[in-house]
């Protein structure tokens, strides 16, 4: 695989903007794909209800289940393994995500303060759910990757002096800017070229080779996981393809 240039521009644990240079827009894409298909996470799956003498059906409560995203240790279970999480909770009172006890403690709710009902006097909801492990590729319920985007780094490029009379217009430009070797996030001059170079004539150009990636995860694993775990399913298809070929 070809070598590239990464450079975090913004960096959390559930989110992050970086800048790739060296890739084409077909790889720049793969990794996109790879993100929100082909990392897996636990998902739950079956739901077995015990007692739901809510107002909400058992098919609502398990379709709100199926969408609590669960902390998904990588490399400890194998596709199509599962879990068994369980919730026994008795109103007046709400029943949220993090009231999910599971029978193995590295999954569970990614976050605990996640609604699922709420329960009035006299109501309750006890149920056991099974969580699979899979991919994006056969459900959305289990990208860990809800927000995976990317666009050409643009730079900016002075021209001189804006003309005494120029169009007063806003110049709105998204995502993040080059200038002079300075990395900009558009966001940081409200997107408009002229506040930033008030009195400046600029042309803007796509860097054919750069692009810079959104990544925002669901909880199920931090960002540079996510990143780490889905170029690395590119590179072993990539591996397992030359293989097949030297046959």
């Given amino acids: 695989m070809a070598e590239y240039d990464v450079t975090f521009i913004e960096r959390g644990e559930r989110e992050a903007r ?31 209800v015990i007692e739901n003498s809510s107002v909400m059906f058992d098919e609502q409560i398990g379709l709100r289940l199926g969408l609590v995203p669960l902390t998904t240790p990588v490399g400890e279970f194998e596709i199509g393994e599962e879990v068994t999480l369980a919730l026994d909770v008795e109103g007046p009172d709400t029943a949220y995500s993090g009231d999910l006890v599971g029978n193995d403690e590295m999954v569970g709710p990614a976050e605990p303060d996640v609604p699922i009902i709420e329960l009035k006097d006299d109501q309750r909801l006890e149920l056991e759910a099974d969580a699979v492990l899979d991919t994006g590729r056969e459900h959305a319920k ?3 990757g809800v927000a995976v985007s990317y666009r050409h780094l643009q730079r900016v490029e002075p021209q001189g002096e ?3 009379f120029a169009d007063d217009d806003a110049e709105i430009v ?23 170079y008030p009195d400046t004539q600029v ?6 080779d750069a692009f810079v990636f959104h990544v925002e995860t669901d909880g199920s694993f931090d960002v540079d996981t996510l990143v780490k775990e889905g170029v690395g399913t590119l590179r072993r298809r990539a591996e397992e393809l030359t293989e097949t070929i030297q046959l």
């Avoid at 890739?23 to 298909?37: I, L």
């Avoid at 800017?177 to 506040?195: Q, S």
């Avoid at 042309?203 to 054919?208: G, K, N, P, Q, R």
Wanted: aromatic residues 6%; without cysteine.
């Fill in 18 to 48: 970086f800048l790739v240079r060296g890739v084409t827009p077909a790889f720049a894409n793969g990794v996109r794909r790879a993100m929100v298909a082909d990392v897996p996470t636990f998902s739950i799956d079956t739901v077995r």
């Fill in 142 to 144: 289990h990208q860990g």
């Fill in 162 to 164: 804006r003309e005494e």
């Fill in 174 to 196: 998204r995502g993040v800017i080059e200038d002079d070797g300075e990395l900009v996030p558009t966001e940081d001059f409200d997107h408009d070229l002229t506040k930033r």
């Fill in 203 to 208: 042309e803007i150009e796509d860097v054919t």
